[in-house]
């Protein structure tokens, strides 16, 4: 069985400051990671994944996030925020183990950016 | 380019007026899914198809029903929609044995129950 904790269920934050989203998990098999974000009234949109490879994932919007096996994280963040980061987040992660692993989601992170 | 659609965007009914949402994929993906998502909550997955091989979920209620006539489509039937069952409601696909599984999701249908 697998599960994710995000810690925080909402994140304040001024625009261009510093930011993490803080993701744990559990899993008694090899993972993939996975941040999705969600804007009002609209669907996920993949952020960032890691699945094999270097640990260190990044986005083409400025996010980043490194997958730590030992502290079972993969902790997102990102150096600058802009208003229009305002979203929630959702960390996910699904085993890698063998095909027809369903995604286990965190309960999601609201990021407010506030000018 | 490749995507996820779902149809329509907002939809809204009567309680206990069957509703069918719809979701199509040209990503050539084998697997889809559906999920249920109320305010401020995760994704919850009531269903998904692996090729033809339809997955319900233990806790999903039997007022829910899937089909998928092709490759490309995938409906959810709600047989009678009562107000608890108002929420957003998110299709997703996969191509098994790939890319980690990644799961791509369209916009969400957002249903709501008068």
Redesign the interface.
């Known amino acids: 069985a697998q599960s994710v904790t995000q810690l925080d269920s909402q994140v304040p934050v001024f625009e261009e400051a510093p930011v993490e989203l803080r993701c744990n998990y559990s899993s008694s098999v090899s993972v993939?990671l996975?941040w999705?974000v969600q804007y009002p009234?609209?669907?996920?949109?993949?952020l960032l994944?890691y699945?094999s490879g270097s640990t260190l994932v990044k986005s083409i919007n400025g996010f980043e996030a490194e997958f730590n096996k030992s502290q079972t994280s993969f902790h997102l963040r990102k150096p600058s925020v802009h208003i229009s980061d305002t979203a929630e987040y959702?960390c996910a992660v699904?085993g890698?183990n063998n095909?027809?692993?369903?995604?286990t989601?965190?309960?999601?992170t609201?990021l407010m950016v506030k000018p | 380019d490749a995507m996820v659609i779902q149809n329509p965007r907002y939809q809204v009914t009567q309680f206990g007026k069957p509703v069918t949402l719809s979701c199509s994929q040209t990503l050539n993906h084998n697997v889809m899914y559906w999920y249920q998502q109320k305010s401020s909550q995760a994704p919850k997955l009531l269903f998904h198809y692996y090729d033809k091989d339809f997955n319900n979920e233990a806790d999903t209620p039997d007022n829910f029903q899937s089909r998928r006539p092709n490759t490309s489509f995938c409906f959810l039937d709600i047989r009678s929609p009562g107000l608890g069952d108002a929420a957003m409601y998110l299709c997703a696909t996969s191509r098994a044995g790939g890319d980690g599984e990644t799961q791509y999701f369209g916009p969400g249908t957002r249903l709501l129950v008068l």
């Open positions: 993939y996975f999705y009234n609209q669907g996920l949109q993949l994944k699945l959702f699904s890698s095909a027809g692993n369903m995604l989601f965190g309960g999601g609201r």
